[in-house]
Nanobody, 122 residues
Framework: QVQLVESGGGLVQVGGSLRLSCSVS????????MAWFRQVTGKEREFVAS????????RYVDSVRGRFTISRDNAKNTVYLQMNNLKPEDAALYYC???????????????WGQGTQVTLSS
């Protein structure tokens, strides 16, 4: 019912910047809490950032705070992740997710995109 499509991933230099986008269709976008997660093969999916549905309050994992910024455009049904000063450990498959709950737990997010790959080079 709710479809999420990520884009914007690619190869970027360490210290560089990249902006990910997630387009949402189905349901009512303005009612969803939106989040970005990332995952490396062999490790658990990790919460990165989220933004609330109404007032736009944000949360970040400590490792990206000050470098990453999550935002949303409700008129375009799109959520973004601006990533600056990228580090090697930021390399991962990044997923967009939606929930109607106030949570950072991946098990509580019921709608997921297919992911977009972020690869770091020196």
């Amino acid at each position: 019912q709710v479809q999420l499509v990520e884009s914007g991933g690619g190869l970027v230099q360490v210290g560089g910047s990249l902006r990910l986008s997630c387009s949402v269709s189905g349901g009512t976008f303005s009612t969803y809490r939106m989040a970005w997660f990332r995952q490396v093969t062999g490790k658990e999916r990790e919460f990165v950032a989220s933004i609330s549905n109404t007032v736009g309050s944000t949360r970040y994992v400590d490792s990206v705070r000050g470098r990453f910024t999550i935002s949303r455009d409700n008129a375009k049904n799109t959520v973004y992740l601006q990533m600056n000063n990228l580090k090697p450990e930021d390399a991962a498959l990044y997923y967009c997710a939606a929930t109607t709950l106030d949570t950072v737990l991946p098990t509580r997010y019921r709608s997921w995109g297919q992911g977009t790959q972020v690869t770091l080079s020196s």
